[in-house]
Every structure is written in structure tokens, then in C-alpha cells.
């Protein structure tokens, strides 16, 4: 029990000394499902970004979403990015790469029958790459790209954050 308390110690301190955002998760749209997946996610999540090795930098967010399935989700994930231009003085472009795990209690049981794919207690691992148009280094517009699944081809996702 102490060894966890330390790790959650260690883990928190920085995570607090770092930028705060929140996210606000509008929608996907799922190709090649025909039409059988609901669009209509909505979701809230907080998250802590800091400078990353080789000048990238890294975030860890963490919230709640209705999903594809009709399901309420928690996730986590870690996140790495990269500016790849800066079009004007206010606004800047990234690009960049996330995993994590996700509560899709009726996907996991797919995911398991039909791949192999293992989950525990209906949690499951996610993937995907992101561009991220940031105006004043403060709000994120984020288009989200999942790879392909059991039922679908590929997933993108519309995501707003701001930092507080």
C-alpha cells in the first residue's frame, strides 16, 4: 500500500505544476459501418500537457464519453505532439500520436471473439493520431483519427480544449 501511495505521489506533483486543460468532445463520424454506429458522442475530459523529450510535448487526459456502442466510456490516454507549422503568430498547427484504454463493455466482448483482442473488466486499448489547429497557444480545435475496428473503417473525431 505504501509503494502505491509513493507512485500516486510521484505521479501527481508533477501533473499539478503543469498546463491544465479541458476538453469538450462534440462527435465522430464512423466510415464504413453502414450507418449501424452512433455518431453522437459527447464527452467532457481534463488533462495536463508539459514539455516531452526532443521537443515534443506530452499529455495525459483523462474523462468520460457516451460511445459508438450507446455506452458510457471512461478513458485515459497519453499523448505525444509535434508543431509542424506556424501558419500566423496566433495560430499554430500539430500534429501527433495517443494510446490509452477505454470501457467499451459491448466492443470488448467483440474485440475478444471475433480478434482475440484481451481486455480486463471490458477495458480495452485505443490508439489513433491527431492534428491540432491551436490558436494563442490556449484552445485546440482536434480532429482525431482511430484505426479501423470490428465494425468500421476508420473513425474521426471533432474535440475542442482549452487550457485553464
Do not use: C, K
Not at 452512433?38 to 516531452?52: M, T, V
Not at 500534429?95 to 484481451?118: K, N, T, W
Not at 486499448?125 to 482525431?144: E, K, S
Amino acid at each position: 500500500m505504501r509503494l502505491v501511495v509513493l507512485i500516486l505521489m510521484l505521479l501527481t506533483g508533477p501533473l499539478v505544476a503543469q498546463e491544465r486543460f479541458g476538453a469538450l468532445i462534440l462527435g465522430s463520424q464512423h466510415f464504413g459501418d453502414g450507418g449501424e454506429l452512433n455518431d453522437f458522442n459527447p464527452g467532457l475530459a481534463l488533462g495536463w500537457r508539459w514539455p516531452g523529450p526532443r521537443g515534443l510535448e506530452q499529455s495525459v487526459e483523462g474523462g468520460v464519453f457516451y460511445n459508438s456502442y450507446e455506452e458510457v466510456s471512461p478513458f485515459v490516454l497519453y499523448g505525444l505532439s509535434a508543431e509542424v507549422a506556424r501558419p500566423t503568430p496566433n495560430w499554430s498547427l500539430r500534429a501527433g500520436a495517443f494510446a490509452g484504454i477505454a470501457l467499451y463493455e459491448d466492443l470488448s466482448e467483440i474485440l475478444e471473439d471475433d480478434y482475440g483482442l484481451p481486455n480486463v473488466e471490458g477495458f480495452i486499448p485505443i490508439a489513433g493520431i491527431t492534428g491540432i489547429a491551436r490558436w494563442r497557444d490556449t484552445t485546440d480545435v482536434r480532429l482525431t483519427l482511430v484505426p479501423p475496428g470490428a465494425d468500421v473503417d476508420l473513425i474521426v473525431n471533432l474535440s475542442l480544449a482549452r487550457r485553464f
